[in-house]
C-alpha cells in the first residue's frame, strides 16, 4: 500500500496521477491529466498561472511538502501558501479549520480531501 503523504488541503498526493505520473515517468498518463485538469482547473489555471491549457511537460510534481518539482497549480496555490505561512503540516491543525471559506470552497470539489483531514482531527 502506498504512504499517504496529504497536502495542506487533504490531497492525497500518493493517490495523485501527476504525482505517480512523475515517480513513474508515465508519459501516457502525463498526456491524459494534462487533458483532464486542463477543463476540471480552467479557472484557476487562468487565475494562478496564465495559463489555459496544461501540456504534458506540466504534468510533474514531487508532492505538496517536497522539495522538488511542484504542479504548476499547486505552486501558486493559496491554500498551500497559507498552509506553509502558519507552519502548520495540514490545514487540519489550523484554528481556522472549519470556517475557512478558502478551504471550504475546495472541499465542493474535493469531498475525499476533507474526509482525509477529518480523519485526522479526530
Ligand atoms: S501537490 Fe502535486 S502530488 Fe500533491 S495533489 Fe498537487 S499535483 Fe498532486
Ligand atoms: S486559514 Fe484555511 S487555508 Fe489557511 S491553513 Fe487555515 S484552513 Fe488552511
Redesign the pocket.
Known amino acids: 500500500m502506498k504512504k499517504q503523504e496529504l497536502?495542506y488541503c487533504g490531497?492525497d498526493?500518493a493517490e495523485?496521477p501527476?504525482?505517480i505520473a512523475t515517480a513513474t515517468d508515465d508519459e501516457e498518463l502525463r498526456q491524459k491529466t494534462a487533458k483532464e485538469w486542463s477543463k476540471l482547473y480552467a479557472a484557476q489555471l487562468a487565475e494562478y498561472a496564465g495559463k489555459n491549457e496544461l501540456e504534458p511537460e506540466d504534468m510533474n510534481?514531487e508532492?505538496?511538502h517536497s522539495e522538488g518539482d511542484?504542479?504548476i497549480?499547486?505552486m501558486y496555490c493559496p491554500i498551500r501558501k497559507c498552509g506553509q505561512d502558519k507552519k502548520i503540516t495540514t490545514c487540519a491543525g489550523c484554528n481556522e479549520y472549519g470556517i475557512c471559506d478558502m478551504l471550504n470552497g475546495f472541499f465542493t470539489l474535493h469531498q475525499h480531501a476533507k474526509e482525509n483531514l477529518d480523519r485526522m482531527r479526530m
Open positions: 497536502a490531497l498526493c495523485c501527476v504525482f510534481c508532492g505538496c511542484h504542479f497549480g499547486c
